[in-house]
């Protein structure tokens, strides 16, 4: 039973083309939501979060965003980087906001970026 | 400040036998979670510890244990091991439990 889940394995855009990343969620108790990139032979790194009181939360290049009547949320890169090539997970959490006690793990994406 | 320190980095080792992986957290840091990723599969949730209590369990038999000592540095151990267990295991750890986790490069263990 997925409570969250990334449909697409993979994808691929242009360099300087808007990436778009998505994630969908089936329990209504998640409050918190993540987005982590993972490299080859590397820990997963931290990229941006937002709290289920925010429909939207910017940082750089990155945007999240929160429909909760869609569970829905997804990731814009713009542009988009070949140093963005990276596996990209989304990930849940319940319970008091910004909890991360226990984090909910999406399959994960592959982005692939062309030069 | 050093990052999540994981040792050792690659292990195999064989079907029934016992292993320990070691977690150092980022210094100040009191909460440490542990995560399996498997192929084709995402981060799957271990447990978690905070001041050396267990807080949160994941769905996983009780092979799997853990325990944090005092300076918040963690191990895992998983008893009688299985081909399923092959596994990249995480660590990750966070001031105190909420927000971002700060994973390290992980333990990738192969069971024959």
């Known amino acids: 039973d997925q409570q969250v889940k990334q449909n697409s394995p993979s994808l691929s855009v242009q360099e300087g083309r808007i990436s778009i990343l998505n994630c969908d969620y089936t329990?209504?108790?998640?409050?918190?939501f993540l987005w982590y990139k993972k490299y080859p032979a590397e820990g997963p790194t931290f990229l941006i979060s937002i709290s289920s009181i925010k429909d939207k939360n910017e940082d750089g290049r990155f945007t999240v965003f929160l429909n909760k009547s869609a569970k829905h949320l997804s990731l814009h890169i713009v542009p988009s980087q070949p140093g963005d090539s990276a596996v990209y997970f989304c990930a849940a959490s319940a319970g008091s906001s910004g909890s991360a006690r226990q984090l909910t793990f999406g399959s994960g994406t592959q982005l692939t970026v062309l030069p | 400040k050093a990052g999540v320190t994981q040792t050792p980095r690659y292990l195999i080792k064989t079907r029934g036998q016992q292993v320990t992986l070691s977690c150092s957290p980022i210094s100040g840091h009191r909460s440490v979670s542990w995560y399996q990723q498997t192929p084709g599969q995402g981060l799957q949730f271990l447990f978690e510890y905070f001041s050396e209590t267990q807080r949160n369990k994941g769905n996983f038999p009780g092979r799997f244990s853990g325990r944090q000592f005092s300076n918040s540095r963690s191990e895992m151990n998983v008893s009688t091991l299985e081909l399923g267990d092959s596994a990249l295991y995480l660590c990750?750890?966070?001031?105190?439990?909420?927000?971002?986790?700060?994973f390290g490069s992980g333990t990738q263990l192969s069971v024959l």
């Open positions: 990750a750890s966070s001031l105190d439990g909420t927000g971002r986790l700060f």
């Open positions: 329990n209504s108790m998640f409050d918190y």
